[in-house]
């Protein structure tokens, strides 16, 4: 008997899982390779930096996911080059695997766009360790604030700037927010809710820049209303330990400087941070049995702009590279279908467009937390989340405000 085509699937995120899992039980040896053994659902990350969320509640061990299906395996592994004509890849410990189609999607990482007082003196919201990090550091935050020596540095440890005014930074405010207005006036004596202040900084005229205007105009105006200082039209120019510094010389006095105003694709194979050439097959120009798909490759939709770097493209493009490579290649062109966009703003409110529709308020909201718990992977993840957001909406609560450190405690020695 001929041995099964090989397929190797180089990580485990949106685009890569959905691959793998229209390829179960069918007549393929699928290998997936990713670094970390779990598959993580970053649209829900904000939740675990703002408290509300654990962090197993949004990831998926992608050996349980697969587990009892005979043709799809699991490589823990970092891919750091590829011989296209000899067909194998080739790993950080010198492992080198063989393929018949390799799918490279690697997603994205955050983008500093080469200015390095902002990676070294930000905290990122793009992975897991970086949430942690994240709550930490905002809970350590508000503790040091209560024992500040004076007025200025506890106004710099309860200033919070987060850069960049799409669905992630305008998720996290509208949390951030609501963290300290359910809280700190039942836990934090020492401290009042209006000491604690909370800036969006946004480049654009507007906060959601890819959503209607009037969606962008509402999310505004709920955030204000909450008590976050919006500030369009808004660019840092460098950071250090006392804080940031705006393009126009405006200084702000800040511990805390959340970076969520860009990404860039996670390309192993290439150090440029152009996402990679595809046709309308999502297979790499010249290149026999190779795909790209999701935030690394620059799929276009059928007017010719590039899709966004978000989930969807990249659940579709799995799917679609699936069936590619099981017809052996007799298919159309791959063509992203637009379902829409949400983000929610806080408790009760959120904004959302699914073609000439749109939906703003409790009625947004509650969109949002189907959509939400729809894509979440494994069911007992679905029912957790779903019974955490009644139980936590009906308490006004963020319980999980535990700071983990590594190691041992000082205390615990």
């Known amino acids: 008997m001929r041995p099964l085509p090989r397929v190797v699937i180089v990580g485990g995120g949106f685009g890569g899982l959905q691959c793998a899992k229209a390829l179960r039980d069918k007549p393929v040896d699928v290998l997936l390779v990713d670094t970390r053994n779990y598959h993580l659902f970053t649209p829900l990350l904000y939740q675990v930096a703002s408290c509300l969320l654990n962090p197993s509640e949004i990831t998926a061990p992608l ?84 024992t500040a020596p004076n007025d200025r540095e506890r106004q710099r440890l309860l200033t919070f700037c987060i850069v960049g005014g799409g669905p992630t930074g305008v998720e996290y405010a509208g949390a951030l927010g609501e963290l300290a207005r359910l809280v700190l006036p039942r836990e934090y004596p020492e401290l009042t809710p209006s000491e604690l202040r909370i800036l969006i900084l946004e480049g654009s005229d507007r906060l959601l820049p890819t959503f209607a205007p009037s969606l962008s105009a509402y999310a505004r105006h709920e955030l204000e209303r909450r008590g976050v200082d919006v500030r369009t039209e808004t660019l840092v120019a460098s950071a250090d330990d006392e804080g940031v510094v705006l393009r126009d010389g405006t200084e702000i006095a800040t511990a805390t400087m959340v970076w969520t105003a860009g990404v860039r694709p996670n390309d192993p194979l290439h150090e440029k941070p152009e996402r990679l050439k595809v046709d309308d097959h999502l297979r790499l120009p010249g290149v026999e049995g190779v ?23 990249a659940m579709q493009a799995g799917r679609y590279v699936a069936r590619h490579i099981l017809d052996g290649g007799a298919r159309r062109a791959f063509r992203y279908r637009d379902k829409g966009t949400l983000a929610t703003i806080g408790r009760s409110s959120a904004v959302g467009q699914i073609g000439p529709a749109r939906f703003t308020g409790f009625i947004g909201w509650i969109a949002w937390l189907v959509v939400h718990l729809y894509y979440l992977i494994g069911f007992e993840n679905r029912i957790r989340v779903m019974m955490r957001w009644a139980w936590y909406y009906v308490r006004q609560d963020r319980p999980i405000r535990v700071v983990i450190r590594a190691g041992p405690s000082k205390q615990q020695e």
Do not use: C, W
């Open 291 to 313: 795909f790209a798909i999701g935030d690394v490759a620059a799929a276009h939709d059928k007017h010719g702009n590039a899709l966004p770097m978000v989930s969807p493209p």
């Open 63 to 146: 050996r349980k996911v697969f587990s009892g299906v005979a043709n799809v395996r699991y490589r823990e592994g970092e891919v750091t080059g590829a011989d296209f004509a000899e067909k194998y890849v080739t790993l950080a410990d010198g492992a080198q695997l063989s393929y018949d189609y390799l799918v490279i999607a690697t997603g994205s990482a955050t983008n500093y766009y080469g200015n390095d007082s902002i990676r070294r003196h930000s905290l990122g919201l793009k992975d897991l360790g970086e949430a942690l990090q994240l709550r930490n550091h905002v809970l350590e935050s508000l503790e040091h604030a209560t």
